[in-house]
């Protein structure tokens, strides 16, 4: 019997290692993930140099508490603030954490409480990030929420001019959809919501928790379409594996955290900041992010050839190496069938494939995951 409460639907592998883009099993099979650990392993399981800069930090110190002043921190924040345009770095544990943080900021900053978010969205599973989910699954059970929130429909201009105002602390957006279904921002829409914020003195908040950290091409996905966010938030793939995440601000925002404002025991862990410092100094690299762009490039040509034409398949959606094949079937059984021919994948809600493979994903593994997708795609059947 299992002490673990069932809150996650387990599949059938459980590992025994893992390197690079692969999970070798206890079964004694190998497969190739394009899961990443949903989004997490972006440089693929146990990259070199993060390995190293935790083991170098592992023998000087674990934890000592931010009540001490830590330069690997302070590395990591300068990393962060570089990379995104922003100043300032306040560091939490986790995605929910990271965006705990942003709307606790942007709820002080502002003296106001209205916060839009959208339909199908996904932040996070504490009561704020809960609340700001626009799932009803999410929230079943869990009594009466958080009263801040407003869902919009994803990209709808219109209701989104008519519910914006002076009354509205802030937007908070993902700009791929992630756990939704892999829906993207049109450029339209992001540029007027970011202008309709500025114009109403709301802050844009923009969760990159999964699409952050070069995962769309870019160090953070606003940055395709030349807005500028007042606070984004990151987590998933920021320490490659170790457990961190951070909400990233505009140095106006610095008075609202000050001393005692807000906190967290383990939040920016010195272990957890070295091996998202040695992840950032790889990703953050023009010639890293060009070269996983061109994959992403050539992921997307080959679903569209080999996938384009299959019947059980609807659309094919998704920015840099985030892609969301959506299916008209349920995609749970599909995923088992994947599995089984070793490739592990996710779902996006019920009915989209889910691809997140590291971004150092080789020419190679790309095309072995499409030919094992269009064997298995091509022999579903659409039951009514
Ligand atoms: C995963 C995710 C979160 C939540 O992150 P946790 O680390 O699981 O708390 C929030 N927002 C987005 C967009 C995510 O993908």
């Known amino acids: 019997m299992s002490n673990l409460f069932p809150t996650y639907q387990r599949w059938e592998i459980e590992p025994e290692r893992a390197a690079g883009s692969v999970i070798y099993g206890k079964d004694g099979l190998q497969y190739l993930d394009f899961t990443s650990g949903i989004g997490v392993c972006n440089l693929g399981h146990r990259p070199e140099a993060v390995e190293h800069a935790v083991k170098d930090q592992l023998e000087l110190f674990w934890h000592v508490s931010n009540l001490f002043p830590q330069s690997i921190q302070e590395e990591a924040a300068k990393q962060l603030a570089k990379a995104s345009g922003l100043d300032f770095v306040f560091f939490a544990n986790s995605g929910a954490e990271a965006n705990e943080a942003a709307i606790k900021l942007a709820r002080k900053a502002t003296g106001r409480t209205k916060i839009i978010t959208f339909q199908q969205s ?84 923009v969760d990159e928790i999964q699409t952050g950290i070069g995962r769309t091409g870019k160090p953070f996905a606003f940055q395709h379409f030349g807005i500028e966010p007042d606070i984004i938030t990151v987590a998933k793939g920021l320490g490659n594996g170790l457990p961190i995440g951070a909400a990233v601000g505009k140095a106006e925002l610095e008075e609202y955290f000050g001393p005692g404002s807000h906190g967290s025991t383990f939040g920016g862990n010195p272990i957890s900041t070295a091996a998202a410092a040695a992840t950032m100094k790889i990703i953050f690299n023009e010639e890293f992010l060009h070269e996983s762009a061109s994959k992403g490039k050539l992921l997307f040509e080959l679903l569209h050839k080999e996938l384009g034409c299959i019947e059980c ?28 021919a070793g490739l592990i994948v996710l779902p996006a809600g019920e009915k989209v494939i889910r691809l997140l493979p590291p971004l150092n994903v080789s020419t190679e593994e790309i095309e072995t995951a499409v030919c094992i997708l269009e064997e298995t795609l091509k022999n579903c059947t659409i039951t009514a």
């Open 122 to 205: 996904f932040h996070g599973r504490t009561f704020a990030g809960m609340a700001a989910t626009g799932q009803e699954k999410i929230k079943q059970g869990f009594g009466s929420m958080l009263e801040t929130f407003v869902h919009l429909p994803f990209n709808d201009l219109e209701a989104f001019q008519n519910e914006m105002d002076c009354n509205t602390a802030a937007v908070m957006i993902e700009i791929v959809q992630g756990e939704g279904g892999i829906h993207v921002v049109t450029s339209d829409f992001i540029k007027a919501a970011a202008k309709a914020c500025s114009d109403n003195g709301a802050l844009l908040i």
């Open 313 to 340: 398949v609807n659309e094919i959606r998704g920015l840099g190496l985030m892609a969301g094949i959506d299916m008209k079937i349920a995609v749970q059984p599909i995923l088992a069938e994947l599995r089984k």
